[in-house]
């Protein structure tokens, strides 16, 4: 199937365990694909799929993610060594709060490249060097981020299914439909008229130094992660140490908790930018392509978006390649138009602030159709 495709490097070693959930096989006359799925489109994205394999685009650039790595570790190095020879006063803390909070950023997208397989063709290399950037550069567990993110790419934007839309609707309300059924239904944990007003103050800045922080160390000890948590102490006996030698505790934890907020406020942006703006929905069990391009949408290219954004701007593409380099999603986006086009699919790309704007545009039509359901008689 085509999500099996999508998410394995190795396709052969996977295949080993798979083979004791084997039950049989379809007589000649039973249909190899559902009716909700989309037969055409199936098709010629398989070989589309090909098309990209024979291309090269599936091969990893090692020169680009080396140098992706050392600007990150020479960002972090700097965000100390400033503080280290200008002081602690308050220009220099803010200098350093910026520098670190950008190799952190930076970090995230390159353990995002990691996690995906997209970094190494050999599986291990990468799952080693995801627990050096993810646990030891970041201080989160590396598995913990795999079980909740494949989640989220196997059903995005589906409720109930994806875990990264959790947040309905106990804190916002998503989606058209979902908003309509909450109001008719009369429920109302938050006052979801004003989620686009109070969204600046509450899951960008809090959703790092808060939720995740506890759940990474939760899920990492109630799974047994006992290799992760290992390498995460080790970010945080290094930080301690260092920057403790420089700031008083109170400051330390000032910083501490700045940076973490920082952090989050960059990466919720831009990873939501792509797809709350989207539709949100009950699982309709459609083809793999489909899946995708509902729940997705791009951000136009330029250098600064690429790295801005870790090059989630391809968002589309990514999706329907989560193990392609992302140094290669701008050489095969013409082709997954041409794709969309031919099929008559929308495939949608904004400027960045027009994404930006357009996560506040969709929360506040979700809080209106939820408040006129629930004033409705």
């Not at 039973?30 to 799925?37: A, H, R, V």
């Not at 930018?273 to 489909?290: A, C, E, Q, T």
Request: proline letters at 5%.
């Amino acid at each position: 199937q085509d999500a099996f495709v999508a998410f394995h490097v190795d396709k052969g070693l996977v295949s080993k365990y798979l083979k004791s959930l084997e039950i049989g096989e379809l007589a000649p006359d039973q249909p190899s694909i559902e009716p909700t799925k989309n037969k055409m489109l199936v098709k010629d994205f398989r070989e589309l799929r090909a098309t990209v394999e024979k291309m090269g685009f599936l091969e990893p650039n090692h020169l680009f993610f080396f140098l992706h790595l050392a600007h990150i570790l020479l960002l972090d190095t700097a965000a100390w060594l400033i503080l280290l020879y200008f002081g602690t006063s308050l220009m220099p803390f803010i200098a350093s709060l910026v520098v670190l909070t950008i190799s952190q950023v930076q970090a995230s997208w390159l353990q995002h490249d990691l996690g995906h397989l997209s970094v190494f063709r050999k599986t291990k290399w990468n799952h080693l060097l995801h627990k050096f950037v993810m646990c030891h550069l970041i201080g989160a567990s590396a598995k913990w981020w795999t079980l909740l993110h494949s989640r989220h790419h196997a059903k995005p934007n589906c409720v109930q299914k994806d875990p990264d839309i959790d947040m309905h609707p106990f804190l916002f309300t998503l989606g058209k439909k979902f908003s309509v059924e909450l109001g008719i239904k009369k429920k109302k944990y938050m006052p979801y008229n004003h989620q686009h007003k109070y969204f600046f103050i509450t899951l960008p800045p809090l959703l790092f130094p808060t939720y995740f922080q506890c759940h990474t160390f939760y899920i990492a000890c109630t799974k047994g992660y006992w290799v992760d948590l290992a390498w995460m102490m080790t970010f945080y006996i290094r930080f301690f140490y260092i920057y403790g030698s420089l700031l008083e505790m109170k400051s330390l934890l000032a910083y501490y908790l700045i940076f973490r907020m920082m952090e989050s406020s960059w990466f919720v942006w831009i990873s939501q930018m792509n797809h709350i703006p989207m539709d949100i929905y009950y699982d309709n069990n459609l083809d793999w392509v489909s899946t995708q391009l509902q729940a997705t949408c791009n951000v136009e290219q330029s250098l600064f978006n690429d790295w801005f954004t870790g090059h989630l701007n391809f968002q589309i593409e990514h999706h329907l390649f989560p193990t392609m380099p992302r140094h290669n999603y701008w050489k095969v986006a013409p082709l997954v138009k041409s794709l969309c086009a031919q099929h008559g699919i929308e495939y949608q790309c904004k400027p960045l602030l027009t994404a930006l704007a357009d996560i506040v545009h969709s929360l506040k039509n979700s809080g209106e159709l939820w408040l006129d359901a629930y004033l409705h008689k």
